[in-house]
């Protein structure tokens, strides 16, 4: 098996991102395995911060790494709380006064539209020139009122109208399938497989 270090030490992702992997001969292991320290994320950009984290993880471990990132971009307020988004009410972070507070700047507001971005860089080593990059996007509009027990984050404001659902009404495979971030995992592997 091909090692890959991941550069998050979130446990539903490092599952979900090793159950993509093993197929194609690869094992992911966690950047904690390795003691890699925090990376700073300074860029407005996911993809920067999220090149930034790959970068980081590879030269700490010399093994090629993937990284991710997400949030949530709200149309009506210029794309916020965007790379913000585990933040947005500020330190220490936390769901509710995030959610608190995206409810609060979208009172009055008929505009309701949001989406999910995700981001996922591969690099072979440090200083790739040709990173594999790859991207999802997951459309709904935010509700005042949160509905679910399920997810995380915005999940329960965030309603999918054909579903008639939240991110948090949805079980942990049903969102996997169609949310941001397994539409990036499984575009990445696809990459990873063609030897883009
Ligand atoms: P990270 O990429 O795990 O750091 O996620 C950044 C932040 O975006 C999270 O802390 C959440 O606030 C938000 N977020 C990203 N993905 C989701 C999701 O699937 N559901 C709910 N919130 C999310």
New binding site residues.
Partial sequence: MKKIVIA?N?AG?LREIGRILQPLGIEAVPQSAFGVPECPEPHVTFVENCIAKARHAAAHTGLPALA?????CVEALNGA?GVY??R?AGEP?S?ER?NRKLIEALRGETNRRAH?Y?VMVHVAYPDDPQPLIAEGI?RGEIIDTPRGEG?????PY?LLPEFGRT?AELGEDE?NAI???GQALRALAEKLRAGA
């Fill in positions: 998050s979130n992702k991710d990132d997400s949030g949530i709380p988004s585990a947005y972070k769901d995030n999910y995700c997951w997810g995380f984050g915005y999940d965030f991110g969102k949310s941001h971030r």
